[in-house]
């Protein structure tokens, strides 16, 4: 008997009452700018010993690592350095700056193609971003025969990096 009672109410449980699970979705944007950006690092340049009686001019290389974003563009200047002569010549001067020991700095060979400021049309341009570090290899050279004192020269050249 309590069998059929169960049963008779069960056949009067809606259906509409059966419980059912319901959900609902939504969504969302994740998002994140990159901006372009540089990072540059260089190595010092030692020439060494300068023979100033040597009809051969002294020559060394040094190297600049940049790093950009990827697909960035930049160009890559170095300034005329601290003691820059009346006509624009670097120099590397005695620390009481009584005498100086000309050179250059070339971006593609020694005494090839002078490495120019930012904006002075002698920078390195046309470069693009990879996002891994890309090395620059930098030429020095100082010039033969210069009648000058016994002593250390010296100089700071600041590398500028425009993206």
């Given at each position: 008997m309590?069998f ?6 069960a056949?009067?449980y ?6 059912v ?7 969302f ?22 023979d100033?009686f040597?009809?051969t001019?002294?020559d060394e290389?040094?190297e600049i690592?940049?790093?950009?974003t990827?697909?960035?563009?930049y ?6 350095g601290?003691n820059?002569?009346a ?6 001067a ?5 005498d100086f020991l000309?050179?250059?700095l070339?971006?593609d ?8 400021d ?10 693009s ?24 020269y010296?100089?700071?050249i600041?590398v500028?990096v425009k993206w």
């Open positions: 309590k059929r009672l169960l049963l008779a109410l056949a009067l809606p259906a509409s009452m059966t419980a699970a319901q959900t609902d979705t939504a969504t944007d994740v998002t994140a700018t990159v901006d372009p950006t540089c990072t540059v690092d260089a190595d010092n340049l030692v020439f060494g010993t300068y100033p040597s009809d001019p002294l290389n040094s690592r940049v790093q950009c990827s697909d960035t563009p160009d890559i200047g170095l300034d005329d601290d820059t002569g006509e624009g010549e670097r120099r590397m005695l620390a009481d700056e009584s000309e050179y250059d070339y971006h060979n020694h005494g090839g193609t002078s490495w120019g930012i904006d002075s049309g002698a920078e390195l341009t046309g470069l971003g990879t996002g891994s570090e890309q090395s620059y290899v930098v030429y020095g050279r100082i010039f033969a025969e210069q009648s000058v004192a016994v002593g250390n010296v100089d700071t600041e500028t």
